[in-house]
């Protein structure tokens, strides 16, 4: 889970004489400095009205409100008490508007009927920056943090995708028993469409295929054949299921190979045609093997 970067907010306030009113300071312009001043104010503030808008989702029809802030942060000066009251306003602002709604996108998608408990994130947050009161030390936490937010994550796409992970388990069921078609140790499936009698690569192999994937449904998502030319990887960087697939073809095979969606891409969507739990169909060419990092067949 990626950690919440506070940003400063890039504004900077203007020279101006005390008020004690909320509302805008009046101008005298007496002397130079007065004038100069006057000046700086106004064109420092240019822009700044669209960043509140734009960076911080600020609300112009309360823009009073921000002059009485801007108003009382100016005028406290280098008071370090004050300082610290005022960057905690600044920060909690950014946990709800952008912390909240960037973990509950995460874990919930769309479902804007869902949350996360503000109280116990907060309650979390403060012991965190206090360094009292901790139920979890900052390790432990990360841990359980990214443990449940897959779980979390993954109940919360399986009301929606659940079909899919179905789908997929029926399909292997019956296609397990058509002819030709064996299961790998792994339950990745296979059929093989011409056999080779080359070598075998492991793992950290860099080998050279030609290959189309498509969905359960027909939908081809990739294709080197559509490119015109085959493609290159290390084994080691590919999904699993195509990993122990490679693993036990002989350079100069062609196999299709019917992946399980907890060997493809599971609960993550790639692209618009991948969609989570979702099994998938590959049509294999394994053309060579950097013959460094090979086995002999077996």
Known sequence: MKKMMFAAVAAVAAVMMYSCGNGTPKANL?????????????????????YLVGNMGIDTTYIDEFIKGLNEGANAGDNKKKAAYYAGIQIGQQISNQMVKSINFQLFGNDSTKTISLKNLMAGFVSGVTGKGGLMTPDSARQVAQNMMRQIK?????????????AGEKFLAKNAKEEGVKV???????????????VLPVDTSMVKVHY??????????DSSYKRGEPTK??????????KEALKNMPVGSTWEIYVPQELAYGERQ?????????????????LDVDPKETQAKK
């Open 30 to 50: 007496k002397t130079d400095v007065d004038t100069v001043s006057y000046a700086l104010g106004v064109d420092q503030s240019q822009g700044l009205k669209e």
């Open 154 to 166: 993954a109940k919360s796409l399986m009301k929606e995708f659940g079909p899919n992970k179905e």
């Open 184 to 198: 790998l140790p792994c339950g990745v499936q296979y059929k093989v469409l011409k056999e080779g009698n080359g």
């Open 212 to 221: 189309e994937g498509r969905t359960l449904e027909g939908n081809v998502f």
């Open 233 to 242: 990887f290390r084994l080691d960087q590919v999904i699993t299921g195509w």
């Open 270 to 286: 790639q692209g618009a045609d991948i969609k989570p739990f979702s099994m998938l169909i590959f049509k294999i060419e394994l």
